[in-house]
């Protein structure tokens, strides 16, 4: 890869940290990359509103493929902050966008930047640019701290898992504190509730890892002269598998209504922050291997899938889709850390990766 670009491309990555902003709120960001397509490529750029694509079109081109990075950072102490390497991401694939100038590949490659993976919003959106563009296959990386700097991380099958955030709502009746009996307190279905989900969530009962994860609860108001009327539980749910996901998201109704009805109580429930599992097509994973080696890159295929969720999974859905890590070096600090920053050292290892899966993936 040439230096010139590389060195590009590191200072668009120092840029683009200094932009953060959250999930939905790109605009400076997504205006800041736009520029710098604009003015050192000829790749037709598509507004789409929160998030664009930069395309490389060849007459007669036999196929398409796409590139995915995420633009969206994370809150942080009153503001955001990079703490997850979206700036990386999309400084590697603005440096695939330098590559392919004056590029004849006999493909069509569409560099997609999405908003939002954060809260898994963008995903669902950007996927109708599969459609639009006919891609055929599409690709992204994520960097992963903990393992050797450079290195492809492989996984076939699921790459990331499933995961949804759910509010269970119990709603009973308030009353007088003095007068407990007339109410109909919901606080006591939710503690039984919550003394039942380590036995919902027994490995027996599951294919894979399922996991549902206490983040919060809330019982009525503080105020002492009233008893509780309302209770709320939430949970981040994950699985390596979706069946087993739906599976737990049943269990988990059924106990919290079975403890709710003796006391009189209604139970509903909702979900927000939905992601997919992201699974790997097994034929494009292997080309994305053979290409990996082929541009000298280091591969180590990993034993299980990565626990935290990716939004890249609803691209599965409409084209083979393969997600990688990118090691980021074995004593980098973890991803949603305070002291985390993209690693620059990885970049050019990203950008061989991709500038090889343009010309062969």
């Known amino acids: 890869m040439e230096q010139q670009i590389i060195g590009m491309v590191l200072a668009l990555r120092s840029g683009l940290h200094r932009l953060a902003e959250p999930s939905g709120s790109e605009k400076r960001t997504k205006a800041f ?6 003015a050192h490529t000829s790749l037709r750029l598509e507004d789409e509103g929160a998030w664009f694509c930069a395309v490389h079109e060849e007459p007669g081109a036999a196929e398409t493929v796409a590139f995915r990075a995420d633009m969206d950072a994370l809150p942080f102490r009153g503001g955001s902050a990079h703490l997850c390497g979206h700036d990386g991401h999309c400084a590697a694939l603005a440096g695939l966008g ?3 100038e004056h590029k004849k590949l006999g493909r069509n490659i569409v560099l997609l930047f999405q908003h939002a993976e954060e809260t898994g919003a963008g995903g669902k959106v950007c996927c109708r640019a599969l459609s639009k563009y006919g891609i055929d296959r599409i690709y992204a990386f994520h960097n992963i701290p903990g393992w050797e700097e450079g290195t492809v991380l492989l996984r076939r099958g699921t790459f990331a898992c499933a995961s949804r955030g759910m509010t269970l709502s119990f709603a009973g009746r308030p009353s007088h ?10 606080g006591f279905a939710a503690a039984r509730f919550l003394s039942a989900l380590p036995s919902i969530t027994e490995p027996v009962r599951y294919k894979g890892l399922t996991m549902a994860t206490l983040i919060g609860a809330k019982i009525g108001e503080k105020a002492f002269g009233s008893a509780a009327g309302t209770a709320e539980v939430w949970l981040t749910l994950r699985a390596w598998l ?5 599976r737990l998201i049943a269990s988990i109704r059924q106990s919290a209504r079975a403890e709710a009805a003796p006391d009189g109580v209604e139970e509903s429930d909702s979900f927000c922050d939905v992601f997919p599992a992201t699974i790997n097509d097994g034929e494009t994973l292997e080309r994305l291997k053979g290409v990996s080696l082929r541009a000298g890159l280091d591969c180590d295929e990993i034993s299980e899938p990565f626990r935290w969720s990716e939004d890249f999974g609803y691209y ?3 084209a083979r889709a393969v997600m990688v890590g990118i090691g980021a070096g074995r004593d980098w600090p ?3 850390t305070e002291c985390y920053e993209f690693n620059d050292r990885i970049l050019p290892s990203a950008l061989a990766l991709f ?3 343009a010309r062969f993936g």
Request: aromatic share 10%; net charge negative; glycine share 10%.
């Open 33 to 38: 990359l736009m520029k710098f397509l604009r």
């Open 98 to 100: 330098l590559f392919l």
């Open 177 to 186: 504190a003095a007068y407990p009996e007339n109410g109909r307190n919901p």
């Open 242 to 246: 979706e069946d087993d996901l739906d």
């Open 316 to 318: 599965g859905s409409g």
């Open 334 to 336: 973890q991803l949603h």
């Open 355 to 357: 500038s090889a899966l």
